[in-house]
């Protein structure tokens, strides 16, 4: 079988990079809405839809809706192509979301959200397709989920001393910092780039695509 690289930390790191730039993106250039943080977009659509308000409500109803179908299409990716021999499938997945973030580099702000959308459903495809990163599960496009295991981790490792829990605690930890540097990267290059910003997650998808090329472990999932 052959050797693949996709749970590797500097894919997890590359990825969460990523995350952190498309979120920040969404954010700060298309209307404050959040490509991964769907609770917020629930919180916000509920919120409107309760005044009445249709128009601001449907700003945060596409976005989830994307979200749960790039979801939807990684399992099929995943289920039609898990046994394709020169391609794994988590490649084909983040060649998809280098795509769609490249079409979005494109789009006016008068279409927000149509980009929203679109960026959403490239982190639902991500947010599916990679869910451990070395035997750690983590989420590579949003915190929440990964700086609890981090602290959970900190703290069963401190009372108990089980060094699975340290290697734990480092993985999650270092996720939140490449998400947070991404989110950096994303405010600086939207001041000087403006829409195409997003290109530079693209990049960085499309890198990830060339590396899942290179060996590292004999495990395919």
Not at 25 to 37: C, E, I, K, P, T
Not at 82 to 99: D, K, M, S
Not at 120 to 145: H, P
Request: net charge positive.
């Amino acid at each position: 079988m052959r050797k693949q690289m996709s749970e590797s930390l500097f894919i997890g790191t590359l990825l969460a990079i990523s995350g952190g730039l498309m979120d920040s993106y969404s954010y700060l250039y298309r209307g404050q809405v959040f490509a991964n943080a769907q609770t917020g977009n629930v919180l916000l659509f509920s919120i409107h839809l309760s005044k009445g308000e249709w128009e601001p409500a449907l700003h945060y109803a596409f976005p989830i809706a994307a979200f749960l179908c790039g979801v939807a299409l990684a399992a099929f990716i995943c289920y039609f192509g898990r046994h394709l021999e020169r391609l794994h499938w988590r490649q084909i997945c983040v060649l998809f979301e280098a795509v769609v973030l490249f079409s979005v580099a494109w789009i006016p702000q008068s279409a927000n959200l149509l980009a929203n959308s679109l960026i959403s459903l490239a982190c639902g495809v991500q947010v599916e397709a990679f869910r451990k990163i070395e035997d750690v599960s983590v989420a590579t496009t949003m915190c929440i989920g990964n700086l609890r295991t981090a602290m959970h981790s900190v703290i069963t490792c401190d009372l108990v001393g089980n060094r699975e829990d340290k290697h734990t605690a480092s993985i999650s930890s270092v996720i939140v910092i490449a998400f947070a540097s991404g989110a950096v990267m994303g405010s600086i290059l939207i001041r000087h780039f403006g829409a195409y910003a997003v290109c530079c997650g693209s990049i960085i998808l499309l890198g990830c695509f060339f590396l899942m090329f290179l060996p590292l472990s004999t495990r395919k999932k």
